[in-house]
């Protein structure tokens, strides 16, 4: 079993930063990606950036030049900073993993934490 704990979030001012930790842990063969996507009150969830095991990033529009995100291959962890943050940004941010297989065979399969939340408020 797989377990994704999310750290960070909470209560920021407008222009703000925060850094959002993801570790997974248990029984981990391989994944493609970790990632955080976000969903803003009465909205559908929307990825904000991901990291592949290879280290190439993708950013959504909305965040580029805010973000960074970086990953720690050994510990499985995804770590996100956020700057400047906005009045758009308060949502739920969930840790994202990609294409998670537990052993070497079997489906692969997407999996989220569950989800810590972001205000932004002064």
């Known amino acids: 079993q797989v377990e994704l704990v999310e750290s960070g979030g909470g209560l920021v001012q407008p222009g703000g930063s925060v850094r959002l930790s993801c570790a997974a842990s248990g029984s981990i063969f391989s994944f493609s990606a970790m990632g955080w996507e976000r969903q803003p009150p009465g909205q559908a969830r929307e990825l904000v950036a991901t990291?592949?095991?290879?280290?190439?990033?993708r950013t959504a529009d909305f965040v580029k030049g805010r973000i960074t995100i970086s990953r720690d291959a050994a510990l499985n962890t995804v770590v996100m900073q956020m700057n400047n943050l906005k009045p758009e940004d308060p949502a739920v941010y969930y840790c994202?993993?990609?294409?998670?297989?537990?052993?070497?065979?079997?489906?692969?399969?997407?999996?989220w934490g569950r989800g810590t939340q972001v205000t932004v408020a002064s």
């Open positions: 990291i592949t095991s290879e280290g190439i990033t």
């Open positions: 994202y993993l990609g294409a998670l297989k537990p052993t070497p065979v079997g489906p692969a399969y997407n999996m």
